[in-house]
């Protein structure tokens, strides 16, 4: 489901922008990502966590902070204290719009805020950092002395970071020097997820052992491994967003189905036919069909293939949900179709993604259309898709080779 705009005032009065990745069917918790220093809503991170955790079931509100990454004007001052309260009014507007965000997930900087924020924050249930600074003295390690110096002297100096101008004010090195971020998490008392890269050339690892150290339990420390701050590489990335989504689950209350299956189907049995390399006959009670692969590869073409399979199942399924949806509302839906490919994305994970495209015949008004739609995405084979499944394996002796009858002698 694309990202949805959401926009809210900060404690100043000031717009801030974001996006909100919902998931499929209905939510079971809703999050809040806070990202790096130099980063903004859409950096790598902020992402492919917010959209691994959408598929877990949690929806995710990404945001610019006012004072700091892309979001802040060219040149805007830093306020490390404003940053916490962006995620304060975040997490209150959500609340206002029905969507009470339980978790707390930030990155770099974002992580420290998280920190801070979440003791305010009683609807929190949890909060996990990514290259998270135990002190936040760290930062004036970016700025060159001569910078700190024309800071303390003249009260301001605009500083470059990351190709970008920031303006530093002595209020923020004061500041920063004051903030005690080990107190803070001491006195979270909510689970706290921590990962880190021993590599992290900008923020040492040191300062996750410090903050795991200071929290109390229920507490999880997991390693990057050779990932950097930003965690620019697409594996580690994905990588951090199965662990933070895994993690979360704990602490949400459990998927349930929105729509009930209309009713349980047959088992589904595969038989080579020893045709060709691939061919298969698939049944299903009184049902059969040919599974195979293209002549591209070796197959036959005669059936579909495992894949075309599956997203024959989506498709059916979403055409079935959505007429039944429309008939118990009276809507005058007079047909509907729905294409579904499937494809691998080399930098998202899960690699798979299907893209269904629906067309809709009958007269319908737009908010029924927008209805039929929205429950087309709460079909159960397309929620068994996005939230996973448990596969389990059994094997069997092949039965025992019939014998011919033979007459007596």
Known sequence: MPAAKF?????????????????????????????????????????????????AGIGVLRFDFAGTGV????????????????LKSAARAMTTAGMTPALLIGHSLGGTA?????TDLPDIVAVATIGAPAELEHILKVFNASDLDTIRREGEASVDIAGRPFLIRRSFVDAVEQVDVEKAVAALRRPLLVLHSPLDQVVGVEHASRIFVAARHPKSFVSLDAADHLLADAADANFASAMVATWANRYLPPLVADLPQV??????????????????????????????????????????SPYELVSAGLA????????????????????????????????????????????LE??????????????????????TLIRGSDVQTDLVDAPLPKRSSEPAA
């Open 316 to 359: 059916a399924c979403t055409v079935m949900t959505m007429r039944l949806y429309a008939n118990r509302k009276g809507f005058p839906l007079e047909r509907a179709s729905t294409r579904v490919e499937h494809k691998k994305v080399a930098d998202m994970m899960p690699p798979d993604r299907f893209t269904r495209t629906i067309v």
């Open 7 to 55: 926009t809210f005032e900060n404690g100043e009065g000031k717009l801030l922008s974001g996006l909100l990745e919902s998931p499929e069917g209905t939510p079971r918790g809703w999050a809040i990502f806070a990202h790096c220093f130099t980063c903004g809503k859409d950096s790598r991170a902020a992402v492919h966590i917010s959209r691994a955790l959408s598929r």
């Open 362 to 383: 009958g007269p319908l008004d737009e908010e029924q259309r927008a209805r039929i739609l929205e429950i087309a995405d709460r079909c159960p084979v397309d929620l």
């Open 114 to 118: 998280a920190l801070m924020a979440a």
């Open 71 to 86: 979001g802040g004007a060219e040149g805007e001052a830093v306020d490390f204290a404003a940053d916490v309260t962006d």
């Open 263 to 304: 009713e349980a189907a047959d088992g589904v049995e595969a038989i080579e036919t020893l045709a060709g390399k691939f061919q298969l006959k698939v049944r299903s009670g009184k049902h059969s069909i040919y599974s195979d692969e293209p002549t591209s590869v070796g197959g036959l073409g005669s059936g579909l």
